[in-house]
């Protein structure tokens, strides 16, 4: 008698039908009871007040906050070391030639806001003229910010396209000097364990409250002349702002992280990262090491290797286990402390010279 095949694991089939319900969105997810008086409440967030020419506005109280017009901590050049973009009544401003900023902190989905001013009276024309952007990812995903105020481009650069992929639906420019906003939904690319890219980056956004992208899908990382392919990146990753030559300012720059809440995450500068990197020997018998990898350090514990995430200059998480290292120094020694789950204690480590 023929007897059907019975596979002790998930068949293919099976797999991907599993992996297509967990990433259903929300709407399409089985929803809870009607009415349903266990429902959690949506949290209170007082949404600050909208900006004026005159005067920035404020942000929403479960924003981060990455410039209110005063200092630019929260900002830095792309290799970590100070930027020097300056504050200017309120507002940061390229200085030309000094190089994109990032953010230090790094965010994945999220809501930005943001407002700009392209210089006046204007100068130049085309790509020439008022040029910055708005960057994801670090700087593989360009926002165009550029015054496309009666000033003629190629669509795909005009102020508001996803650079060299989409034009905006419409131009809804501001002329020179004004303040403009951007309000952009941002979900980055998902990659897979082994790069394989899972979901494309999806970019909705507003110029001036008007809507210019309903949920573009980017093709791949913008620049010009060329569309680079998906390379796999860490879902977090730096905001950043171009230097394109032109004194454009910004203000009221705001961000509000969506999805589940996890620890914040900052990108460090190289110099401090590669600080850290080496062997530690922990007692007599066992060693530590660090080396630089994704966006923070790799560490080699036991035999096992896992992605390190910054959460302050000094601190650093995992995310695959409960492993966290505070780094300090005494004198000249490097010093870590390695806490795995409720450790007492922890496992103290100094660097190997
Ligand atoms: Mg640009």
């Given at each position: ?48 007040h909208s ?202 720059i705001w ?93 103290r480590g100094?660097?190997?010279?």
């Open positions: 008698m023929k007897t059907r095949a019975i596979h002790p694991f998930p068949t293919p089939a099976a797999v991907l039908a599993l992996l297509a319900g967990a990433m259903l969105p929300a709407r399409c997810q089985p929803l809870p009871l009607g009415h349903d008086r266990n429902r959690p409440l949506p949290p209170v967030v007082a949404p600050g900006s004026t020419q005159d005067q920035a506005g404020s942000a929403p109280s479960d924003a981060v906050v990455l410039f209110a017009g005063g200092e630019l901590s929260a900002w830095c050049a792309m290799d970590g070391t100070p930027t020097r973009w300056v504050v200017k009544d309120g507002a940061m401003e390229c200085v030309p030639g000094s190089g994109y900023i990032r953010s230090q902190q790094c965010f994945g989905e999220c809501q930005l806001h943001l407002e700009f001013a392209t210089p006046t009276p204007p100068e130049g024309s085309s790509q020439g003229r008022g040029n910055s952007g708005v960057f994801f990812g670090g700087a593989r995903y360009e926002i165009q910010v550029l015054d496309s105020h009666e000033n003629k481009t190629y669509a795909d650069g005009s102020c508001g396209s996803i650079y060299n992929q989409y034009p905006p639906q419409v131009n809804a420019s501001r002329p020179p000097g004004q303040w403009q906003s951007y309000d952009i939904l941002w979900s980055p690319p998902k990659f897979d364990a082994e790069g394989t890219l899972l979901a494309p980056a999806r970019v909705t956004a507003f110029h001036n409250g008007v809507l210019i992208h309903h949920n573009a899908e980017l093709v791949g990382g913008t620049g010009w002349l060329q569309r680079a392919p998906y390379q796999a990146h860490p879902e977090k990753l730096p905001l950043a702002l171009q230097d394109h030559g032109n004194p454009v300012r910004y203000r009221n961000v509000r992280e969506l999805g589940p809440r996890a620890k914040p995450e900052f990108q460090l500068a190289d110099r401090l990262l590669d600080s850290y990197c080496g062997r530690y020997q922990i007692g007599r018998r066992e060693s530590a090491e660090f080396t630089r990898g994704g966006s923070g350090l790799r560490l080699k514990f036991q035999g096992v290797e896992f992605d390190m995430f910054a959460e302050s200059p000094t601190h650093f998480f995992a995310k695959t286990v409960d492993v966290q290292a505070e780094f300090s120094r005494d004198g000249d020694q490097q010093k870590v402390l390695l806490t795995i789950g409720e450790d007492e204690g922890g496992r100094t660097k190997a010279p």
